[in-house]
């Protein structure tokens, strides 16, 4: 599901992982490891974020002995800061709901708050 | 590596040539980061992946699959119509066939060109393919009515009911051979029907496309009220508008309530939708007065509701008909509980063939009736405002000046 800053669950798991270092180049197979993600969804969400600018990819210089040249990815500036925005806010409304949770939590237990009046609110009440 | 992954990497490098070039090297990045990945089950996973990142990067391109998917429905209903050896009038029904499959193909790619992209969202795009569906599905239902509705009965006792099910006043000698189809649509008929669905493909086109500036909520009313009165409209006359037809499993007489309903939708439906729309559109478009806007939401959502309802229960109603004249199943269920003997049967089937023509009528007048319905509550509901100017009459303001003198 999409967040409300446009980033699906996981697109921002990717670019949690990404965040952590920024200047690094990492492989797919350590992107996949560090968010649980399968190849068939995490590439083609690093299609996207290249596509989108944010993630930029090449190749590796000097591959080791007898292994093919593996692809390797890191944010761009832009992609730095659409990232730290967006993890962000969902961490804001990750706190909300967390917020939400408890309040209601307390409701069923029966815990009723007292409604908070526009008086009381401006305290006016005696 | 053992075989499978041997045939899985062959196979992937294999079908990355289906992708953009700019894709390829994604695929080749799958491949070679297989080898960091344990082998065994969870190296064949990740390289499974990645034939599934292949396909989806290959087919997802939306237009590809929409085009595969219409050009399979296209040749099924194009198949599925095609006329059989022995039908009257092939030629017309071949180029009905024909016709209709490269307009369907053809009007979308020239409405691109003159009208832009579809509109965003899902209502113009669901509407789209409605459309596209329904005019697929009239070919083949169409093809079935018109064999059976022209085909001459061979015994004398059909022959008399062909006749007269098909207006004839003389009956004697009517109907050409017996047992073959003489009859058939004329190359007029073909015609109009080419126009219809130019039209209706054309409409439905322009106001779910960007330039037509038709808002997703005045698509969603007109589309919605189109369905509701297309349900209504094809409970009352399943089998056509004729009362032998659809007198087995509803009265069909003026004072049903359902009858009521669908004049009442028929009339009201759009004014209700252009109302409605208008009120609803909240975007100040700048260029136009806001008032014009609304009348043309509204016109846009009444027509569309009428065009919908008519195309909904055209495709409907002709495949239903269809459908009974090939199963008798669905004969017997809608004459439940009647004693069905042979001739009573061809009487029902015959009516229902010739009676199924009447969705054209419907096709024709339901969209017309909706433009002026909605075009007169929508001006009725948005009328223009009065411009500020000086009074002419009145205790306030400057007296106004007399008539100048004649020399």
Redesign the interface.
């Known amino acids: 599901m999409a967040s409300r800053s446009g980033f699906s669950a996981q697109t921002l798991s990717v670019l949690a992982a990404l965040c952590d270092q920024p200047s690094q180049w990492q492989h797919g197979y350590a992107l996949a490891r560090q968010t649980g993600l399968k190849s068939g969804t995490l590439y083609p969400i690093l299609i996207r974020l290249a596509d989108r600018g944010l993630v930029e990819a090449c190749w590796q210089d000097e591959p080791a002995p007898g292994l093919p040249r593996r692809h390797l990815y890191r944010l761009t500036a832009t992609g730095l800061a659409s990232a730290t925005g967006a993890l962000a806010r969902a961490a804001d409304r990750a706190t909300e709901q967390a917020a939400a949770r408890t309040a209601t939590g307390k409701l069923r237990a029966g815990g009723r708050p007292r409604p908070a009046t526009r008086g009381a609110a401006a305290g006016m009440t005696p | 590596m053992n075989w499978l992954e041997r045939t899985m990497t062959a196979a992937g490098r294999g079908a990355a040539w289906l992708l953009p070039a700019g ?1 390829r ?2 695929v ?6 297989a ?3 344990p082998p065994g089950l969870a190296r064949l ?9 292949l396909a ?2 290959a087919l997802m391109p939306r237009r590809l699959g929409r085009a595969a998917v219409f050009a399979v429905a296209a040749a099924f209903a194009a198949w599925a119509a095609w006329p059989q050896p022995g039908v009257g009038h092939a030629a017309e029904s071949q180029f009905h066939v024909i016709a209709t499959v490269l307009l369907l193909a053809g009007l979308p790619l020239l409405a691109r060109r003159f009208f832009g992209s579809a509109s965003p969202g899902r209502a113009g795009r669901s509407l789209r393919v409605l459309c596209c569906a329904a005019v697929l599905a009239f070919l083949p239902a169409l093809a079935v009515v018109e064999a059976f509705a022209n085909l001459t009965p061979a015994q004398p006792a059909y022959r008399y009911i062909f006749c007269i099910a098909q207006g004839w006043s003389n009956t004697q000698g009517c109907g050409g051979v017996p047992g073959r189809s003489t009859g058939g649509p004329p190359w007029a008929g073909e015609i109009v029907l080419m126009l219809l669905t130019i039209g209706y493909v054309g409409v439905i086109l322009f106001l779910t496309s960007r330039r037509s500036q038709v808002t997703r909520s005045t698509l969603a009313i007109g589309a919605g009220m189109g369905l509701l009165f297309g349900v209504v409209m094809f409970a009352v006359a399943p089998l056509g508008l004729n009362k032998w037809a659809t007198d087995p499993w509803l009265p069909g007489s003026t004072a049903d309530p359902l009858v009521a309903l669908a004049w009442i939708l028929l009339f009201g439906g759009p004014a209700a939708a252009a109302v409605l729309a208008a009120r609803r559109y909240r975007r100040p478009d700048g260029t136009k007065p806001p008032y014009t806007v609304r009348i043309g939401q509204g016109i846009a959502a009444g027509v569309l509701a009428n065009g919908t309802a008519a195309l909904f229960t055209a495709a409907l109603g002709t495949g239903t008909v269809a459908l009974m004249l090939k199963s008798a199943w669905l004969l017997h269920w809608l004459n439940h509980g009647q004693q069905l003997t042979a001739v009573v049967t061809y009487r029902y089937e015959i009516y229902a063939g010739t009676g199924a023509f009447a969705y054209v009528v419907m096709l024709i007048f339901f969209p017309v009736i909706g433009l002026i319905m909605s075009s007169v509550a929508a001006a009725i509901a948005n009328p223009a405002p009065r411009q500020p100017g000086p009074r002419t009459d009145g205790d306030g303001g400057p007296p106004s000046p007399g008539r100048a003198p004649v020399p």
């Not at chain 2, 080749?28 to 980061?33: F, G, L, R, Y």
């Not at chain 2, 996973?45 to 990645?50: I, L, N, P, S, T």
Request: no cysteine.
């Open positions: 894709r090297d994604w080749a990045a799958v491949w070679a980061e080898h960091e990945v996973v990740w390289r499974a992946g990645g034939v599934w990142m989806r990067e």
